[in-house]
Structure formats: C-alpha cells, structure tokens
C-alpha cells in the first residue's frame, strides 16, 4: 500500500528535475560571478545575514554600490543554494523511503535525515569550491595582466632611454653642450640603474668640459679693456689670461678623471699644472687627494689579496681531505699563449652601427671606445679636432667597423693584445724591428715541425714551421727567426704588423696533436676436414653480430638460404664451428665490429679450444702518423760469398802437398738480416668531429720456406710473402677484422698388421692409410681509440 502511494512523489520528481538542473547551474554561476569580487579568499564572509555563503568573503574591499550590489547578489545565491539543496533532500528522502517500503514497512526516519543532511553539505561544499576554482583562474589572469603591463613599461623605458640617448650624442657632436647635458640628464629620471645612465653620464662629464673650455676660449678671445684709459691690454696680458685659462682646464680634466677613478691621467695632468705653477694650491691639494686615493686603492686591493690567500689556502686543505673524482679528460684546449685575450677577441666581434657626419675624429674614436668597452690609442700625429669623419655602417663587427673607419680616412690600424692602435700607414712602415718570444704548447715534436693535413682522403705534407713563417710571413732584411729546442720556442724579430700575422698563423698550426691508440691481437684459427670446419673469408661489407633463429631474409641470410652457416655474397666471415643451432647460438662475424661484439667473438673464439692468440700488442701514435707493430722472428743469411784457400795436414808431414790437404772453400759476407712474421702498418687519421678515423692498413705475413742450392755449396733462402694495402672508415673504439692468411698442412698416416700387412697383393685388405689436412686462419683484430692529451681514453 505504501509503494502504490508513494508513485505521486516520484512522478512529481521527475517531471521537475529539468528545472532542478537548470536552477542549479543557474546557482553555480551566481556563485561564479561572486568569485569575480574576492580579492582576499582567506577573510571570512560576514555571517550577520544568517545564510551560508557559497564562497569565503566574496564581497571583502568593496565599498559603495558595488558592496551594495555584491551582497544582493550574495544573498539571491544563498537563497538559491538553499532551495537547491532543500529540493535535493527531497529526492533523496523519496528515493530512500522508497527502497526501505520494498524491503519492509517500517522507515528509518532517522538515518533518512542523517543521510539528507550530508547530502546537502556535500552539495553545498560543491558550489563552493567552484566558486573558488573560478576565483583563482581570475586571480591567475590578473597576475599574468600585471606582468605583461610590466614588460611593457620596461620597454618603453628602454625606448625612451635609448631615444634620450641618441639625442644627447647628437645634441654633443654638433656642439649644442648645454642642450646635450640637459637632455641626457633626463635620462636619470627615467631609470637611474639603467646601464645606459652610465654612458650618458659619462658623456655629461665631457660636455661640460668642452662647454667650459669653449667659454674660456671665448673669455680668452675677447679683448679685456682698462678701466681707466680704455686701452687694449698687451700681448703679455693676453698670453697670461690665455695660460691661466689652460691650466684650468686642465684642471677641470684632472677632477673628472678623479672622479672616475683614473689616478694615473688625473697625476699626469696635475702634474703639468704644477710645472707651470708651483704654487697652485688647489692643484697641491688634488694631488694630495690623489695619492691618497691610490694609497687606498692599493690597500684594499691588498687586503683583497690576503683574504683571496686564506681562503685558496683553507680550501687547499679541505681539498685535500675529499677522495678525488674519475674524471674523463676532454678535448678542451688550452689558452691560448699568443695573440689577444679572449675577452678582448669576443668584444671585437661585437656588432656595432655608426652614422657620423663631418664629425671630429677624436668623438667619433671616444665614442666607439666608450661604446664597445675597448682602448683605443690614436697616434699622437693625427690631427683628431680638424679631421672629419663621415661614415654608415650597420651591424657590423668591431674590428670590420675600425678597419672601414681607417680605410676612409688612409689611415691603418694594428690590434696589440689589450688594445687597437691607429695611425698612419708610414708610422706603421717605419716602426722599429721587435723581439718576441712564441712558447708552443707541445714544444717541437714531429707532429709540430711535420704538420700533417687531411684534404679529401689524400695526405699532404707541409713544410716545418719555421720554413712556413718564413715563406708567408714578409721578412724585411733585419728581420730574424731562431729556433729554440731546448725552451721550445721560437724567437722572432720583426715589425709589429709581422709579429702579429705570426701570432694569428701559430694559433692555427700550434694545436695538441690528437692521440690514437691502436690494440691489435693476432690469433691463429686450427680446423679440420674431419671436423668439415672451414673459413671464408670475405671483408667487402660489413654485417652486424646477429642471431638468426628463422629462415626470413635478413641483412646476413638472403632468401632461399636455410641454414645458418651461411651470410649474404660478399660479406662477413663465416664461423660453422661456433654456429650452435640446437643451443641457440648462430652468429656470424662483420668485418667491423663495436666492442661488444668483439668480445663476444673473442670468446666464442675461446670457447672452441681451436683458437690460439700469438701476440697482443698494443701502441700509441700521433694523428697521420704510422705506427708499426711486429711480431716476427729475425732471420740472418748471407747475400755475398767469397773464394778461400783452405789447407790441412791430414798425415801429419809438415806439408800441404798430399791430396787432399788444400781445397777452396766459399765463405759468406755480408751477413743480411730479415724480419720473418707479421708485420703490421696502420695509420689513424682521425676526423674534425673526433668521432670517426680513417685507418689506412698495411699488413704483411712472411715466412721462411727453403733453401735453394745454387751449386758450389751456395745456397740462398727463400720467403714466401703476403701483403695488402686498405682504408677502411670506423667509429672509435671500433674494431677492424682481417682475415684470408691460411696456410694448409698435409699429413699422412699409415696404419697396418705386422707382416700381413706388408704382403703383396693382399697387404691392402691389412692396412689402411688417411691423409689430413689441417689448415691454420690467421685473425688479426685491430681496434682502435681516441685518447686525450694527458693519455685518458674519450
């Protein structure tokens, strides 16, 4: 009875869940819209309006109509997150009574509310963390709104800076002082931790230098008259007035090189003030000033170095309580002991834009000196306030950029270590010879003094070092070049522009020479016919260390072929001896193998008892250089024979003249020597990426066969010999297989019953006789590394 009642309940759910659903988004995005408002999420909501809010303290920092609008909106949310959550009760509490009448007729009231109760909670709880969610993503996008904002301000700063900038330098060069200072020093206000400021008030240092030294030019032109008779002053007075007007400037300059710190120029021009006039005492007391402040500098510069001293020396004993690290060396090279730093190389290759016109010399070498961060030092000849200089380049590296400024004025310049000078090309033609010191890093090796270069597969031998400076470099008739082995260097004496091409050349060509170690292990292979073993040898390709376990083509079976003892024409080394089918193993040898592949070789090899290694040796050579390794026995036989008279008294008369007692005997000169065995010729040349080498490989196998009789008891040796000339490329640490040097040995054996088997006609059905043949494989594997210069395997 109860369940026929409860069918009105359930259709009225029904037929109003769609407006539920629509309520509750409706909910949701109330509460969303809320979310827009919470600035502080963390501040409880105000709980005076006795609803729940859905979010914590949406309408906190709010005054006016927005509070007022806010909490309208709050308390229609709360209103509708109630009725939502009372109406899903209801759903839930039909749904509950429900069930229980199917099972019994006694409902549980109790846990119905309990369950109810939950329910809306959960409910409620799932709005507000909408709510929330939908705050944070608008919080999220205001952060990323404020940090674009900031970028953009920056920018415009940047702009704004580098526009003050260029007009200030423009304001300066066309000689507008006053108008350039007032315009850079706006730059301050815009960002005072810019580096640029830094520029700029450099600059404003030296218009107010030019403008004051223009005013007292101008002071100096202007005829001073008398106050009483109204005559021009004399000649005298006007040399005075304009002396006095150059030691101020001077002056001037000397407190501004003061003030950045250049003690030595600020001494030098005090100490022309000075000369001129001892009793100037603001000069006396700059220049006290001045050597104070070096006193200081030198000081601090000193405490400095003493707590730099205590504090290497503390780490030096810590260091050496710590277990050292295995560290790989590498390929780093060394600094270089010629030619500029590298700090001042990298600024030369800096880009930089002029656009001068008609503009002194002497701003325009301040302002790339300035610019760049570099010295420049004109020579004292050129004129640098009256020359002018027009020029337009764009993006182009520093030294391009100096090179193109001489060029348009005929001047030359030359790059020393620290610094560019610039001056004429006569000054430069007519500089004295000087001496210099070149120390190689290697010292003189054969590697130094015989450099080797590769160029498309072909070796090309150059000359040493020496003959090579001497034919490319100029050498003007006072010019010397000596060779020191004992320091390894080279003592040069030229012009300067000489010295520096050879500082550029020696650069090149001093390099550390790489290092290959080559491993090679001879082993001799014994098979056979009983054993129906045998060895193809066949090295045209190279096909990798695989295990075939079907009968599909592969890179080392082709089609139609099943068994495994087989690889494709032309390629590999076949093993059947190691080929072990019903244990799995069926593997086949490359004729360049990585190092896991040799091992796995090596010790099939091993496993055979058929194998036997004669020799391992291993050697370290220079790039492009052979290295040779023997395994040979030395073998001496004469290669001239001469006629002697030999005489002996065989009767015992004191005479020779009984037959028989004088006779001739050839006897051997000229004992030669040969080495009889393997020899082996490899020479690495190892490629730009230090990755992969050429090997150019020359092996040899000779042996002693016989003797020949060439009549009057002369008899010579005769060799049997086997060599071959190749080039094969490889990675490093891979492995080269030669092979292809058998040599076959016949034996026979007779087997037979004692006396049967020596009677005619019927010995053969006693005996039996077999003939073997044993064929030796001579395997030689080359393997071959790239180490660093202090011997450590890359």
Same mark, same amino acid.
């Given at each position: 009875?109860?369940?026929?009642?409860?069918?009105?309940?359930?259709?009225?759910?029904?037929?109003?869940?769609?407006?539920?659903?629509?309520?509750?988004?409706?909910?949701?995005?109330?509460?969303?819209?809320?979310?827009?408002?919470?600035?502080?999420?963390?501040?409880?909501?105000?709980?005076?309006?006795?609803?729940?809010?859905?979010?914590?303290?949406?309408?906190?920092?709010?005054?006016?109509?927005?509070?007022?609008?806010?909490?309208?909106?709050?308390?229609?949310?709360?209103?509708?997150?109630?009725?939502?959550?009372?109406?899903?009760?209801?759903?839930?509490?039909?749904?509950?009574?429900?069930?229980?009448?199917?099972?019994?007729?006694?409902?549980?009231?109790?846990?119905?509310?309990?369950?109810?109760?939950?329910?809306?909670?959960?409910?409620?709880?799932?709005?507000?963390?909408?709510?929330?969610?939908?705050?944070?993503?608008?919080?999220?996008?205001?952060?990323?709104?404020? !940090?674009? +904002? /900031? =970028?953009?301000?920056?920018?415009?700063? &940047?702009?704004? @800076?580098? $526009?003050?900038?260029? #007009?200030?330098?423009?304001?300066?060069?066309?000689?507008?002082?006053?108008?350039?200072?007032?315009?850079?020093?706006?730059?301050?206000?815009?960002?005072?931790?810019?580096?640029?400021?830094?520029?700029?008030?450099?600059?404003?240092?030296?218009?107010?230098?030019?403008?004051?030294?223009?005013?007292?030019?101008?002071?100096?032109?202007?005829?001073?008259?008398?106050?009483?008779?109204?005559?021009?002053?004399?000649?005298?007075?006007?040399?005075?007035?304009?002396?006095?007007?150059?030691?101020?400037?001077?002056?001037?300059?000397?407190?501004?090189?003061?003030?950045?710190?250049?003690?030595?120029?600020?001494?030098?021009?005090?100490?022309?003030?000075?000369?001129?006039?001892?009793?100037? !005492?603001? +000069? /006396? =007391?700059?220049?006290?000033?001045?050597? &104070?402040?070096? @006193?200081? $500098?030198?000081?601090? #510069?000193?405490?400095?170095?003493?707590?730099?001293?205590?504090?290497?020396?503390?780490?030096?004993?810590?260091?050496?309580?710590?277990?050292?690290?295995?560290?790989?060396?590498?390929?780093?090279?060394?600094?270089?002991?010629?030619?500029?730093?590298?700090?001042?190389?990298?600024?030369?290759?800096?880009?930089?834009?002029?656009?001068?016109?008609?503009?002194?010399?002497?701003?325009?070498?301040?302002?790339?000196?300035?610019?760049?961060?570099?010295?420049?030092?004109?020579?004292?000849?050129?004129?640098?306030?009256?020359?002018?200089?027009?020029?337009?380049?764009?993006?182009?590296?520093?030294?391009?950029?100096?090179?193109?400024?001489?060029?348009?004025?005929?001047?030359?310049?030359?790059?020393?270590?620290?610094?560019?000078?610039?001056?004429?090309? &006569?000054?430069?033609?007519?500089?004295?010879?000087?001496?210099?010191?070149?120390?190689?890093?290697?010292?003189?090796?054969?590697?130094?003094?015989?450099?080797?270069?590769?160029?498309?597969?072909?070796?090309?031998?150059?000359?040493?070092?020496?003959?090579?400076?001497?034919?490319?470099?100029?050498?003007?008739?006072?010019?010397?070049?000596?060779?020191?082995?004992?320091?390894?260097?080279?003592?040069?004496?030229?012009?300067?522009?000489?010295?520096?091409?050879?500082?550029?050349?020696?650069?090149?060509?001093?390099?550390?020479?790489?290092?290959?170690?080559?491993?090679?292990?001879?082993?001799?292979?014994?098979?056979?016919?009983?054993?129906?073993?045998?060895?193809?040898?066949?090295?045209?390709?190279?096909?990798?260390?695989?295990?075939?376990?079907?009968?599909?083509?592969?890179?080392?079976?082709?089609?139609?072929?099943?068994?495994?003892?087989?690889?494709?024409?032309?390629?590999?080394?076949?093993?059947?001896?190691?080929?072990?089918?019903?244990?799995?193993?069926?593997?086949?040898?490359?004729?360049?193998?990585?190092?896991?592949?040799?091992?796995?070789?090596?010790?099939?090899?091993?496993?055979?008892?058929?194998?036997?290694?004669?020799?391992?040796?291993?050697?370290?050579?220079?790039?492009?250089?052979?290295?040779?390794?023997?395994?040979?026995?030395?073998?001496?036989?004469?290669?001239?024979?001469?006629?002697?008279?030999?005489?002996?008294?065989?009767?015992?008369?004191?005479?020779?003249?009984?037959?028989?007692?004088?006779?001739?005997?050839?006897?051997?000169?000229?004992?030669?020597?040969?080495?009889?065995?393997?020899?082996?010729?490899?020479?690495?040349?190892?490629?730009?990426?230090?990755?992969?080498?050429?090997?150019?490989?020359?092996?040899?196998?000779?042996?002693?066969?016989?003797?020949?009789?060439?009549?009057?008891?002369?008899?010579?040796?005769?060799?049997?010999?086997?060599?071959?000339?190749?080039?094969?490329?490889?990675?490093?640490?891979?492995?080269?297989?030669?092979?292809?040097?058998?040599?076959?040995?016949?034996?026979?054996?007779?087997?037979?019953?004692?006396?049967?088997?020596?009677?005619?006609?019927?010995?053969?059905?006693?005996?039996?006789?077999?003939?073997?043949?044993?064929?030796?494989?001579?395997?030689?594997?080359?393997?071959?590394?790239?180490?660093?210069?202090?011997?450590?395997?890359?």
């Amino acid at each position: 009875m109860s369940r026929y009642r409860l069918q009105p309940w359930v259709s009225v759910r029904h037929t109003t869940s769609a407006d539920a659903r629509r309520r509750f988004v409706t909910g949701v995005l109330l509460a969303s819209a809320l979310a827009t408002w919470s600035f502080a999420p963390g501040v409880p909501a105000d709980s005076s309006s006795g609803s729940t809010p859905l979010t914590s303290s949406p309408c906190a920092g709010l005054t006016g109509d927005e509070a007022k609008r806010c909490q309208r909106l709050q308390a229609q949310a709360n209103a509708l997150a109630e009725a939502l959550i009372r109406e899903k009760q209801t759903s839930v509490l039909l749904r509950t009574e429900g069930a229980q009448h199917e099972v019994s007729e006694r409902p549980s009231t109790g846990s119905t509310s309990l369950t109810t109760g939950a329910l809306g909670t959960s409910q409620h709880r799932h709005a507000a963390e909408l709510a929330e969610q939908f705050a944070r993503q608008k919080a999220r996008e205001r952060v990323e709104q404020s !940090r674009e +904002a /900031q =970028r953009q301000i920056q920018l415009a700063r &940047e702009r704004q @800076l580098k $526009e003050l900038y260029h #007009r200030g330098l423009a304001l300066y060069q066309q000689g507008r002082y006053a108008e350039a200072i007032l315009v850079l020093q706006q730059m301050a206000l815009v960002d005072p931790s810019h580096a640029l400021v830094k520029s700029a008030d450099r600059l404003i240092t030296r218009a107010e230098l030019k403008r004051y030294e223009e005013q007292a030019r101008a002071v100096a032109r202007a005829p001073v008259v008398k106050p009483e008779g109204g005559a021009v002053v004399s000649q005298l007075e006007q040399l005075l007035v304009e002396k006095r007007i150059e030691l101020e400037t001077a002056m001037k300059y000397a407190k501004a090189a003061m003030h950045e710190r250049q003690y030595d120029t600020a001494t030098k021009l005090l100490t022309k003030i000075l000369v001129q006039d001892p009793s100037d !005492r603001d +000069a /006396q =007391r700059l220049m006290e000033q001045v050597e &104070e402040a070096k @006193l200081t $500098e030198e000081k601090d #510069r000193l405490e400095r170095r003493i707590v730099m001293d205590e504090r290497q020396m503390i780490h030096d004993v810590i260091k050496a309580q710590v277990v050292p690290e295995a560290k790989t060396v590498g390929f780093v090279p060394p600094p270089s002991p010629y030619g500029t730093s590298e700090q001042f190389s990298a600024k030369l290759q800096q880009p930089i834009s002029l656009d001068f016109s008609e503009v002194a010399l002497g701003d325009v070498v301040d302002f790339v000196a300035d610019g760049a961060g570099i010295s420049i030092i004109p020579s004292p000849q050129l004129d640098l306030k009256n020359q002018l200089v027009s020029i337009k380049v764009k993006d182009l590296p520093l030294e391009q950029a100096i090179k193109y400024l001489a060029k348009s004025l005929s001047l030359s310049y030359r790059i020393e270590q620290d610094a560019v000078l610039l001056a004429t090309k &006569e000054e430069f033609e007519n500089q004295a010879m000087e001496t210099r010191v070149f120390f190689l890093r290697s010292g003189f090796s054969p590697a130094t003094l015989e450099v080797s270069a590769v160029e498309q597969g072909s070796l090309i031998q150059m000359e040493s070092i020496k003959d090579l400076i001497t034919q490319t470099i100029p050498q003007p008739p006072d010019s010397k070049l000596v060779v020191d082995d004992r320091l390894g260097a080279l003592i040069a004496t030229n012009t300067g522009d000489n010295l520096q091409l050879t500082e550029r050349l020696l650069s090149q060509l001093d390099v550390t020479p790489v290092q290959v170690l080559i491993e090679a292990r001879v082993m001799e292979l014994t098979v056979t016919d009983l054993e129906h073993l045998g060895l193809e040898t066949v090295l045209t390709d190279g096909y990798d260390l695989t295990k075939r376990t079907d009968t599909r083509p592969n890179q080392a079976t082709p089609a139609g072929r099943t068994s495994g003892h087989q690889i494709a024409s032309g390629g590999g080394f076949k093993f059947p001896a190691l080929s072990r089918e019903d244990e799995g193993v069926n593997l086949t040898l490359q004729g360049v193998m990585t190092a896991a592949n040799f091992e796995t070789v090596l010790h099939l090899l091993e496993e055979t008892k058929k194998s036997k290694t004669l020799s391992a040796p291993r050697v370290t050579t220079l790039n492009n250089k052979a290295a040779t390794i023997k395994v040979v026995d030395e073998f001496r036989y004469p290669t001239r024979y001469e006629v002697s008279l030999v005489q002996f008294d065989t009767n015992g008369d004191g005479d020779f003249d009984d037959a028989g007692e004088t006779e001739f005997v050839n006897v051997p000169q000229d004992i030669q020597k040969r080495d009889v065995g393997i020899l082996l010729n490899v020479t690495p040349s190892v490629g730009r990426d230090l990755k992969m080498m050429t090997l150019v490989l020359a092996p040899e196998v000779s042996s002693f066969s016989q003797f020949r009789d060439l009549g009057g008891g002369v008899t010579v040796p005769e060799f049997t010999s086997s060599q071959v000339t190749t080039s094969v490329v490889i990675n490093d640490g891979e492995t080269v297989v030669l092979g292809g040097l058998m040599k076959d040995t016949v034996s026979s054996t007779l087997t037979k019953v004692p006396f049967f088997g020596d009677l005619p006609l019927l010995g053969p059905l006693f005996r039996q006789q077999n003939e073997t043949v044993t064929r030796k494989n001579l395997i030689i594997f080359i393997t071959a590394r790239i180490i660093g210069p202090r011997g450590s395997v890359t």
